[in-house]
T-cell receptor
Framework: DAGVTQSPTHLIKTRGQQVTLRCSPK?????VSWYQQALGQGPQFIFQ???????QRGNFPDRFSGHQFPNYSSELNVNALLLGDSALYLC?????????????FGEGSRLTVL | QQQVKQSPQSLIVQKGGISIINCAYE??????FPWYQQFPGKGPALLIA?????SEKKEGRFTISFNKSAKQFSLHIMDSQPGDSATYFC??????????FGKGTRLSVIA
């Protein structure tokens, strides 16, 4: 049973660039949430996708956008990168649109912005 | 506004000892309180969770104690082992709100 897979695992960008991170949910799951985890901090909710629509959004600027595909996989896009965007970006999957505290996380994509 | 406050930030426990991590929450609408465990280079993984209709839940060496009136809950790890060394996050949510996490506790279990 495949768990949540994310790519790439590591990447380095410079300020002002754009980045796209990808996520495949756990088999059987249809909801994807994205979290940002800064070094030494807890994960912070960015947004959640269900049925190809953004259902909820955390306190993140519009530079952060996403997409969900018919096969439930998802992308996170960040434009105009800032140094402060350096973090581990975690994708989590779950079943159904209702918020559940039982999330299955991938290993994350570590983004470094120089 | 931090909705879930976690303490301590770090914890060192002798092998075989009891590890205790505490959390306090603000939103009385929260109805699900999980603990996640994260090893270096890995994503968080659900360890144990509780709902406010019970005051305690035990799974193996891990126990959650819940105090609804005080809006606090804690994780107890009995007979702590070096393999328990990880970062632990408390979290909370409701049907209308996504999961919010505490800042984490780095646990080191030393032999």
């Amino acid at each position: 049973d495949a768990g949540v897979t994310q790519s790439p695992t590591h990447l380095i960008k410079t300020r002002g660039q754009q980045v796209t991170l990808r996520c495949s949910p756990k088999s059987g799951h249809d909801t994807v949430s994205w979290y940002q985890q800064a070094l030494g901090q807890g994960p912070q909710f960015i947004f959640q996708y269900y049925e190809e629509e953004e259902r909820q959004r955390g306190n993140f600027p519009d530079r952060f956008s996403g997409h969900q595909f018919p096969n439930y996989s998802s992308e996170l896009n960040v434009n105009a990168l800032l140094l402060g965007d350096s973090a581990l970006y975690l994708c989590a999957s779950s079943l159904g649109p209702k918020n559940t505290g039982e999330l299955f996380f991938g290993e994350g994509s570590r983004l470094t912005v120089l | 506004q931090q909705q879930v406050k976690q303490s301590p930030q770090s914890l060192i426990v002798q092998k075989g000892g009891i590890s205790i991590i505490n959390c306090a929450y603000e939103n009385t609408a929260f109805d699900y309180f999980p603990w996640y465990q994260q090893f270096p280079g890995k994503g968080p993984a659900l360890l144990i969770a509780i709902r406010p209709d019970v005051s305690e839940k035990k799974e193996g060496r891990f126990t959650i104690s819940f105090n609804k009136s005080a809006k606090q809950f804690s994780l107890h790890i009995m007979d702590s082992q070096p393999g328990d060394s990880a970062t632990y996050f408390c979290a909370a949510n409701s049907g209308n709100t996504p999961l919010v996490f505490g800042k984490g506790t780095r646990l080191s279990v030393i032999a």
